[in-house]
């Protein structure tokens, strides 16, 4: 395995992480609630009554966050190697898994391991394994 060091950019991440971190941490003390995505996004199916006003903002505001980084930095270039009916598989894939695993990656990785939370360890220690194992079989079992 080799770096790319053109594309490394720790700097970059770490200021991404700490932003992650500190929203998720000041959405859980003004709100109560945890900043996980799947369960804001599946609040929305079927709207309960007085609760889906901050749902859609925050969608909508996940949904404009690149639409206004494109208006102050050049959007990397999109580059795509997979077939759409494996982006269709994948994404069905994950929406299922998240419903079975209670969450998804942002609500048990972030949120969950800050709280100390045994499910959420579970939970993410079982997604890492599933994508090392699923890039090793298919870059190495079937390429």
Not at 17 to 32: C, P, R, S, Y
Not at 88 to 103: C, E, N
Request: glycine fraction near 14%.
């Amino acid at each position: 395995m080799t770096i790319d060091w053109e594309h490394f950019t720790p700097w970059a991440s770490l200021a991404g992480g700490l932003l992650l971190g500190v929203a998720a941490a000041i959405f859980i003390l003004v709100n109560g609630r945890i900043l996980g995505v799947s369960g804001i996004v599946g609040g929305l199916l079927p709207p309960a009554k007085g609760d889906w006003a901050w749902r859609l903002t925050f969608v909508a505001g996940v949904l404009a966050a690149p639409l206004l980084y494109q208006l102050v930095a050049t959007p990397a270039a999109v580059r795509i190697d997979a077939e759409p009916v494996m982006i269709v598989v994948a994404g069905l894939l994950v929406g299922i898994g998240t419903r079975y695993g209670s969450g998804c990656t942002s609500g048990h990785g972030i949120c969950g391991l800050s709280r100390l939370s045994p499910r959420s360890m579970v939970a993410t220690v079982t997604f890492m394994a599933a994508g090392f194992v699923t890039v090793f079989v298919v870059r190495h079992l079937l390429a």
